[in-house]
């Protein structure tokens, strides 16, 4: 995933809070990337550094003609939100979880409808109620 626009580079407001993220489930597992297997547990700060691929590992940021941003999480501020990009996003199967993040470093937009989205660099999946 990467944002559509950005808005706001290191708000200094919103550095923690809560949030959807999108899965996929695999095996039982949550995998929080599209490109990376790595399973995330339930309840455990995750720092965003361990889950990224070969290809980004050494990268430090997101960079194209429109936007440039540190690699982290993204995190949607609204479940509807995630649930309607993962409308546009049927080809794997998919979960939302609500998540704690924490060092928010961007927020923007994600994808061609504008879903509000914050990145951060570490988040925490919440259990189920």
């Known amino acids: 995933m990467c944002l559509s626009t950005l808005k706001k580079a290191y708000p200094k407001k919103i550095k923690d ?6 899965f996929r489930k695999e ?3 949550l995998i929080a990337d599209l490109r990376n297997d790595k399973p995330c547990c339930v309840n455990v700060w995750l720092k965003e550094g361990d889950f990224r691929t070969s290809l980004h590992k050494n990268r430090r940021w997101v960079h194209d003609a429109e ?3 540190l690699y982290g999480f993204h995190i949607f501020f609204h479940r509807q939100g995630a649930i309607n990009w993962c409308g546009n996003h049927q080809e794997q199967k998919r979960v939302i979880k609500k998540v704690q993040y924490r060092k928010a470093i961007a927020i923007g937009s994600q994808g061609f409808r504008e879903f509000k989205v914050v ?7 919440l259990e189920d109620k």
């Open 27 to 29: 095996n039982g597992c």
């Open 17 to 22: 809070g809560f949030g959807y993220k999108v």
């Open 67 to 69: 936007v440039k941003y």
């Open 119 to 125: 990145v951060a660099k570490e988040m925490k999946i």
